[in-house]
């Protein structure tokens, strides 16, 4: 099992930038799909962004409403998971989890994911 730490949220204005990192421990994450989810007050936890490896590349994967202003990346040597947000929104208020997948299927389905941070919460002002 592997331990998730997010951190880097907070409060913004609408337009604003903010950067989430999630730092694994107890097990490399580089053989694994690593996501971001969302979850907003009276809603489900949504998928946002995913990343995984291939041979010699990287892909991405994001929800519509992201594409554009959110980038998921991630740092090898440090073992974490990042997600840049751009032109941050009102709506993209929510706290954020970031997770490791375990199972097989769409990236979009939290119940593929085993591990997860705590989450941290963002918040946009309009």
């Known amino acids: 099992q592997v331990q998730l730490t997010e951190s880097g949220g907070g409060l913004v204005q609408a337009g604003g930038s903010l950067r989430l990192s999630c730092a694994a421990s107890?097990?490399?994450?580089?053989?694994?799909?690593m996501a971001w989810f969302r979850q907003a007050p009276g809603k489900e936890r949504e998928f946002v962004a995913g990343?995984?490896?291939?041979?010699?590349?990287?892909?991405?994967y994001y929800q519509d409403s992201v594409k554009g202003r959110f980038t998921i990346s991630r740092d090898y040597a440090k073992n974490t998971v990042y997600l840049q947000m751009n032109s941050l929104k009102p709506e993209d208020t929510a706290v954020y989890y970031c997770?490791?997948?375990?199972?097989?299927?769409?990236?979009?389905?939290?119940?593929?994911?085993?591990?997860w941070g705590q989450g941290t919460q963002v918040t946009v002002s309009g």
């Open positions: 997770a490791r997948k375990t199972g097989t299927g769409k990236y979009e389905l939290a119940s593929l994911y085993g591990d």
């Open positions: 990343t995984w490896s291939g041979t010699n590349t990287y892909y991405t």
């Open positions: 107890g097990r490399t994450l580089s053989s694994y799909a």
